[in-house]
């Protein structure tokens, strides 16, 4: 086989792991080799200029532990990620803004839905001005956005 340096080597766990989490849904399988995806990623590709493929393999990582219900684990990983996407690109990036969806999703499946809704609150307007208001990303970011709002005020009812 190719040796861990070698950056094919790295796209195929990826996409091994990855094709596992979504296109079998087997995450209890694709666990593991997301996790040396990322830590290939971590070894070899993480100097700045290549630091998003670490990004990458941690939000695939951060999506298998959601199928696995590891909410917590998730949220984590991908609070990392959105953390890192804000000092790379700035908040008002389609890779950050993207990440902020996500975060949401998770705060969302741990009930924190005051939160989810507090943060969606800030990253809102400024994916209107970065992307635009017919954007995919700021188009995804209301609809989170308005469905956290109704879930948050029929529990305060």
Not at 1 to 26: H, K, N, Q, V, W
Not at 31 to 41: F, H, K, M, T, Y
Not at 92 to 117: C, D, I, M, N, P
Request: hydrophobic share 35%; net charge neutral.
């Amino acid at each position: 086989g190719r040796p861990e340096t070698d950056y094919m080597y790295a796209c195929g766990l990826s996409i091994l792991g990855t094709g596992m989490l979504f296109g079998t849904d087997s995450p209890n399988e694709a666990l593991p080799i997301l996790l040396a995806s990322l830590a290939v990623e971590r070894r070899y590709w993480s100097r700045e200029s290549e630091s998003h493929n670490v990004r990458i393999a941690q939000h695939n990582l951060s999506g298998c532990y959601s199928a696995l219900g590891r909410h917590e684990d998730a949220l984590r990983v991908i609070q990392e990620v959105f953390a890192a996407d804000v000092n790379a690109h700035g908040p008002g990036h389609e890779y950050t803004l993207s990440s902020a969806v996500q975060l949401s999703l998770q705060l969302g499946h741990l009930k924190r839905f005051a939160e989810a809704k507090s943060f969606l609150s800030e990253q809102v307007p400024i994916a209107q001005q970065a992307l635009g208001v017919d954007h995919s990303v700021t188009l995804n970011m209301g609809h989170c956005h308005q469905l956290r709002s109704r879930r948050h005020q029929r529990r305060r009812q």
